[in-house]
C-alpha cells in the first residue's frame, strides 16, 4: 500500500525541498530515466515529459498531510515549494517500504540546483531517446521553439545527461 508514494516522499525527504510543480516532474521523470525505482506514467505535453500520476500522488500526499505545498506569489505568477510534513516524517520512519536515495542523492542534489526550463530540456532530450542525437536536437528545435534553446543549451543537456547515468550507475 501506498509503495509509489513513499518513493516520492522518500526522495523528497533526500532533497529537502523541491521549488515548483514543473521542476517536481521533471526531477521524478529524470530520476526514473537514470534507473531510480519510479513507476509513474509519463506523457509528452506542452513543458515536456509530465505525469497526471505523479501529480494526483503529490495532491494525495497533500491531502494526507505528509507533504506540505506553500504557494508564493513571484512577478506575476505562482510559485509552489514542497517540503516533507512532520506527518510524512513520522509515516517514513515506521515504513518499511522507504527509499534512502543515499546512493542518488548527488544526482539529485544536481538537478534540484538545475532551473525547471534546464530540467524540461533534460527531460525532452531523455524522452526523445534512443533517437540519433541530430534528429533529438532537431526535434528539440520544432517541439522546443518557444524556449529558444540553442544548440549549446542542448549540448550541456546531453552532457549532464551522461554525468547522471554515470553518477548514478557508479553510485548504485
Known amino acids: 500500500m501506498l509503495e509509489q508514494h513513499v518513493k516520492v516522499m522518500s526522495l523528497l525527504k533526500s532533497v529537502g525541498e523541491i521549488t515548483g510543480r514543473k521542476k517536481f516532474q ?7 530515466k ?20 505523479l501529480s494526483m500522488r503529490i495532491e494525495e500526499l497533500q ?12 512577478a506575476g505568477y505562482h510559485q509552489y515549494r514542497y517540503q516533507l510534513a512532520m506527518a510524512g ?33 533534460v527531460s525532452t532530450v531523455l ?11 532537431e526535434k528539440v528545435h520544432t517541439l522546443k521553439k518557444t524556449q529558444n534553446y540553442s544548440r549549446d543549451d542542448i549540448e550541456e543537456a546531453f552532457a549532464y545527461i551522461r554525468q547522471w547515468r554515470h553518477k548514478a550507475n557508479s553510485e548504485t
Do not use: W
Not at 63 to 74: D, L, P, W
Open 127 to 137: 524522452y526523445l531517446e534512443p533517437a540519433p542525437k541530430e534528429e533529438v536536437v
Open 34 to 53: 537514470m534507473g531510480m525505482p519510479f513507476q509513474e506514467k509519463y506523457d509528452f505535453h506542452i513543458y515536456g515529459p509530465y505525469s497526471e500520476e
Open 89 to 121: 516524517e513520522q509515516f517514513l520512519e515506521t515504513n518499511t517500504q522507504r527509499q534512502s536515495f543515499e546512493q542518488e542523492k548527488t544526482v539529485i542534489d544536481e538537478m534540484n540546483a538545475c532551473t525547471s526550463k534546464f530540467l524540461e530540456l
Open 63 to 74: 491531502q494526507f498531510g505528509f507533504v506540505s505545498e506553500v504557494r508564493e506569489e513571484k
Open 26 to 32: 521533471k526531477i521524478i521523470y529524470i530520476s526514473k
